[in-house]
């Protein structure tokens, strides 16, 4: 099992900046990639940014050259750096963690941050 707990959301203007940080625990030596979601209310969860152990980034959206994503050395931590804030990029926040073995893929998911942007 891995656990994941977010942390570092609030309200910020738009233009700002926030750091979010998801930190793992459990089997972590295992985790191949971990990303960051995010999910208004009715509508479906959006992968923001993606890294794996092969060091590919992946800004699928909105996020490319405003957010940063990166790990610790050891994989137990990944952050979301992001900058040039907009209004619409309010949402919850979710840390992801894929985790591969011998056998199998098993995914794991934080409770989620809340980001508000708003003057």
């Known amino acids: 099992q891995v656990q994941l707990v977010e942390s570092g959301g609030g309200e910020v203007p738009p233009g700002g900046s926030l750091n979010l940080s998801c930190v793992a625990s459990g089997k972590t030596a295992d985790i191949y990639s971990m990303a960051w979601y995010r999910q208004t209310p009715g509508k479906q969860r959006e992968l923001v940014a993606s890294?794996?152990?092969?060091?590919?980034?992946n800004y699928p959206g909105s996020a490319r050259g405003r957010f940063t994503i990166s790990t610790d050395i050891a994989w137990n931590t990944v952050y979301l750096l992001m900058d040039s804030l907009r209004p619409e990029d309010t949402a919850v926040y979710y840390c992801h963690a894929q985790r591969l073995t011998v056998v199998a893929t098993y995914d794991y998911w934080g409770k989620g941050e809340l980001v508000t942007v708003s003057s």
């Open positions: 890294i794996n152990r092969d060091r590919y980034i």
